[in-house]
């Protein structure tokens, strides 16, 4: 609508001395009239950046130069003016508040940047340590107050320690948009600074708060003095975390004595007294910034305390991974880690990854290839000459090591990336990790068939049988392939069970996926009891040479060595493990399928009108991630359909299988339940371990009563209905036993 003047307001007053205003109203207006509709006229020198800076001008939210009545531009607080000891205490509380908002991943401009003593120290920016002062004249510093050196020294280590976080997270791989914001708008947050000249800093305010102790109460010096600790240890904690080498248990000391010294802070917090005026959001106006000014962040100190000791904690225990034992222990350290309640904060997720991966080298000893040949061993080929080193020595082309040797090498840059980044995906944040797992099985799907063909000649090479067991020939091992495609299930696996954890899914929705989980958890049993077939005829072999098999294969070969009994030992256990917690998820999955198909038959899970949708719009959309990948097959939505809503039995018949299958799996999650960290390959995370397992158990006897109430009420009331004076309450998230078990509550109704 083009802008019309109104007659009846008067021109506005603009007069100043030496400006002579003119209307100009009347003129654009009568202008407008001449452009077509859509015309643009566009002056060559008046730039995007300058049109949009026009549209903020003078408006509060948009424009940090915005005044309002009797405002000044500039922050006014004195930092050379005389604070009490209470109160530089309060200061330093109010300052632990936003570094750990900025943890949080809220801006420095929402947060540290809002402090004026901070702003003081980085600008102008310092050359060295003796410029780090809040004030810069030499002869205004001497009347400065005498215990502001505590404060600067607490800014300093504060300030270093943000510089060390900010570097390892901008190092390492993460999310801006959802963890983190490094943008430091141009403060140098002190990285020319040594952090020696740093600790020196910290250390002789130390020394200065005890040599006027006299002067100051014993209760705020003290913690004082504690705060200064906490800054001198958490720059050791960042110092250590680069030594991958060293022994884990040294690397924890700092963290555990932040762990102390946090709780001493927390009891000490009431002595002090805030100065809110020394916190101002004018400072956003100085910082390199686009953006439009924003409030500051500041957590209350009981919630600052909880994410601190959280932290704490957490560097505590990432610290365990540098013990390395195998890598299907790893890989259960990493998931059960990433799975803490409240998630792990960013730092401590980058600081995993660094611990993790660095510079070629992994957990800080070892090379890429041990790992992968490790994992190949327990998994698909103990005692299997194709990891044996030896036979990378063998120059001559045609012989048959040579060629395995060479084939497994080219194995090996095939899927050394793609298996670094399954551990690293699980650095991520929990929605990042759906995400990014979705995209993962596509490289997966296709390193499945690359490293096929690769099995196919190493199968000519090594000149191997195919196996014939009494159900048949099941053909030859493939072993690199069928390890790829065990990987490619579990992380197909994690997609849908966090898909339940995430609220992906409806209510009326959870019958198909658990359906889903259960076709995919049956499919990794089977495929584990066929690398276990061959897996028990290479043990066969090796113990009774070629004659396995046969009635004259007693006589045990004196090559068998015990080592190569524990490795195979390692691989059937490992086997044991797998096939046993997929035969649990698949269990369980079938009878939460059938009770979620029973609930629907009966009317108790309502379906939601949806106009704009159908069930084969929403299936394709559920399926979207597994609809390109080769095996397993996406099942028609029809079968899915049949398979999931069960028509051909009866509810009562649905509810009895439903309870045998609940069953099922409380006694394969018992069984687990009772596993050492070994023969869990829970090493360093059986807690964990143990801890999520017991959880799985409680959901699974949580549906087995749900199951049988309702099995009850259907056989009162008979299979044609009438009121089952039942409804269904489903747990709200995160309150259930387990979020990937999301088991309905019956409740009677009056």
């Known amino acids: 609508m083009m802008y ?18 003119t209307d100009v109203t009347k003129k654009f207006a009568a202008a407008v009239k001449t452009l077509a509709p859509g015309q643009l006229v566009k002056d060559e020198h008046f730039t995007l950046f300058e049109s949009v800076a026009a549209l903020e001008i003078m408006d509060s939210k948009m424009d940090s130069g915005v005044l309002a009545e009797g405002e000044s531009l500039d922050e006014e607080y004195d930092v050379s003016r005389d604070l009490l000891p209470e109160e530089i205490l309060g200061i330093i509380d109010q300052l632990l508040c936003l570094e750990m908002a ?57 300030i270093k320690a943000c510089c060390f976080v900010n570097e390892l997270v901008k190092d390492e791989l993460y999310y801006e948009e959802e963890d983190f914001v490094t943008n430091t708008y141009d403060r140098s947050l002190l990285y020319e600074i040594p952090v020696t000249s740093i600790n020196s800093i910290l250390q002789q305010a130390r020394s200065d708060l005890r040599a006027v102790s006299n002067d100051v109460s014993k209760d705020i010096s003290a913690a004082l003095d504690l705060r200064l600790e906490l800054r001198i240890a958490f720059l050791r904690a960042i110092d250590l975390s680069g030594l991958r080498k ?77 013990k390395y034992s195998e890598p299907q222990s790893l890989l259960n350290f990493l998931l059960l880690f990433q799975a803490r309640k409240p998630q792990p904060l960013v730092y ?36 299997a000459p194709q990891i044996d080193p030896s036979w990378d020595q063998i120059e001559l082309p045609t012989d048959p090591r040579h060629q395995t040797a060479a084939q497994m090498e080219i194995f090996r840059q095939r899927v050394a990336e793609c298996y670094l980044d399954l551990f690293r995906i699980f650095c991520q944040n929990r929605c990042r990790v759906r995400r990014t797992l979705c995209h993962s099985i596509q490289e997966w799907d296709m390193l499945q068939a690359d490293v096929e063909e690769i099995d196919q000649l190493l199968q000519i090479a090594l000149d191997e049988k195919s196996l014939v067991i009494e159900r048949g020939s099941i053909g030859f091992s493939l072993p690199l392939s069928s390890w790829a495609y065990l990987y490619k299930l579990r992380q197909m696996e994690w997609i849908v069970q966090l898909g339940f954890e995430l609220e992906v ?31 028990m005829r290479n043990l066969q072999e090796a113990r009774y040479g070629a004659n396995a098999g046969t009635e004259d294969y007693q006589q045990q070969l004196p090559q068998y060595t015990a080592s190569k009994e524990r490795e195979f030992m390692t691989s059937l256990a490992y086997l044991r493990v797998t096939m046993l917690d997929a035969a649990c998820t698949w269990e369980f999955a079938d009878g939460l399928c059938c009770l979620y198909a029973a609930l629907e038959r009966l009317g108790l899970i309502p379906t939601p009108r949806r106009p704009y949708s159908s069930d084969e719009l929403r299936y394709d959309l559920r399926m979207k991630p597994f609809r390109s990948i080769s095996l397993p097959p996406l099942p028609p939505f029809e079968d899915f359909t049949r398979a999931t809503r069960q028509p051909e039995l009866e509810t009562l018949e649905l509810l009895k299988y439903a309870e045998s299958a609940v069953g099922g799996a409380r006694k394969g999650y018992e069984a687990l339940a009772k596993m050492s960290d070994t023969q869990a390959f829970s090493v360093n995370a059986h807690a964990g371990w143990v801890g999520n397992v017991r959880n799985c158990l409680k959901a699974a006897i949580a549906a087995g009563v749900s199951v049988s109430t309702l099995l009850r009420a259907v056989e009162r009331q008979g299979e044609g209905g009438g009121d089952l004076r039942l409804k269904v309450e489903m747990p709200a998230p995160g309150k259930g036993y387990h979020d990937w078990w999301i088991v309905p509550k019956l409740v009677p109704t009056a």
């Open 4 to 21: 019309q003047p109104d007659p009846f307001s008067p021109p506005p007053n603009i007069s100043h001395p030496g400006v002579m205003a």
């Open 102 to 158: 900025w943890h949080l991943g809220y801006p420095l401009s929402q947060t540290l940047f809002t402090s004026v003593y901070v702003e003081a120290l980085l600008k102008p920016r310092p050359a060295n340590i003796d410029d780090a002062e809040f004030i810069r004249d030499a002869r205004i510093r001497a009347k400065q107050p005498k215990l502001l050196f505590v404060l600067r020294a607490y800014c300093l280590g504060l």
């Open 246 to 322: 060293a022994n884990p248990d040294s690397l924890k000391m700092p963290w555990v004595q932040m762990t102390g010294l946090i709780e001493h802070i927390k009891k000490q917090h009431p002595l002090g007294k805030p100065v809110k005026e020394a916190f101002s959001t004018k400072l956003q106006r100085r910082l390199a910034s686009t953006m439009p000014p924003r409030p500051m962040v500041q957590p209350s100190f009981e919630e600052s305390f909880g994410h601190f000791k959280q932290l704490f904690q957490d560097g505590i225990d990432i610290m365990d991974i540098l």
């Open 348 to 383: 401590i997720r980058t600081l995993l990854q660094s611990l993790l991966f660095k510079e070629m080298v992994v957990l800080g000893n070892y090379s890429i290839r041990q790992i992968l040949d490790h994992d190949l061993s327990i998994v698909v080929l103990p005692c």
């Open 505 to 535: 899914y409806q209510t009326d929705e959870l019958a198909g996926m658990y359906w889903y989980l259960n076709y995919l958890a049956k499919t990794r049993a089977q495929h584990g009891d066929r690398i276990k077939s061959f897996t």
